[in-house]
């Protein structure tokens, strides 16, 4: 497969044990397929300027929770970074390189600016992929705090996290260990294109579906529902020698699959033509 520069480039960054990968180099690969034109340079240098406008600010008691107020103050109320409540849909707001354009964006997108200064500053932290919200909390054992950068940097505790997926939801839920476990950087980039996938889905933008799956894969190659999915577009685009092949795998790998038959029929469609 003859891959943009683009990317390669993210292919590149992501092909490498996950503590090494650099979050926000691979998200500027995923928007440079988008918007060809700008320099990924010039926008890790920007993260560096935060950080160090971060680090020029920190008290000399370094507390988790002082380091959290400082970045919070700068970022929401120096730089005024907002979550994108009007229009969370847009997808320019899971690009990086618009998030700090526009300084506002969605809880993933967020959260990486937040993640990539605070590493800069020495200040471990790590993603939380909470069904419906992603937080970020400090990375060490029991830290017992969350943050919460779509709304402002806020401070939530176990209880206030439980609260929020039960709003999210409309309805009580349980709030299980596994939501607020930490994610890889693998799975923040592929929750990251899941958002763009299914944004373009609705859009009906088959070109753009499939190099949203087409990194997913990179990220996953094993991702079943991601090769049923790109097959069945790979079918409507009429390249049916590739459809051929992943919905073959989906049908080897999960041969009893609710939509197996469905798959079956679409390959006999296919052997027809």
Do not use: W
């Not at 397929?33 to 920190?58: G, M």
């Not at 529902?225 to 080897?252: N, P, V």
């Amino acid at each position: 497969m003859d891959f943009s520069q683009a990317r390669q480039l993210f292919y590149q960054e992501i092909n490498q044990p996950d503590r090494t990968i650099d979050l926000g180099k691979a998200a500027l690969y995923v928007a440079l397929e988008e918007y060809p034109n700008f320099v990924p340079q010039e926008y890790l240098n920007v993260l560096d300027t935060i950080a160090n406008e971060v680090r020029s600010r920190l008290p000399p008691q370094n507390y988790p929770l002082r380091i959290v107020q400082t970045i919070n103050r700068y970022l929401y109320e120096d730089l005024r970074f907002v979550g994108n409540d009007a229009d969370y849909y847009d997808p320019r707001n899971s690009f990086l390189n618009q998030v700090i354009d526009r300084r506002t964006g969605i809880p993933i997108s967020l959260s990486l600016v937040y993640l990539e200064v605070a590493k800069r500053i020495d200040f471990p932290m790590v993603g939380i992929g909470m069904p419906g919200h992603f937080l970020i909390r400090p990375d060490f054992e029991d830290a017992g705090i969350f943050i919460d950068p779509f709304n402002n940097g806020e401070i939530l505790f176990p209880e206030d996290c439980q609260e929020r997926l039960s709003q999210i939801y409309g309805q009580p839920m349980e709030l299980e260990a596994a939501f607020l476990a930490p994610v890889s950087s693998r799975q923040l980039l592929g929750r990251m294109l899941g958002n763009l996938k299914a944004i373009y889905l609705q859009q009906r933008d088959a070109i753009r579906v499939l190099g949203a799956i087409e990194r997913i894969l990179l990220l996953f190659p094993h991702a079943l529902l991601e090769m049923r999915d790109r097959g069945i577009l790979y079918y409507q685009l009429g390249r049916l020698t590739e459809a051929r092949y992943d919905l073959e795998i989906y049908l080897k790998n999960a041969p009893n699959a609710e939509d197996a038959a469905a798959i079956r029929q679409l390959l006999e469609r296919i052997d027809g033509n």
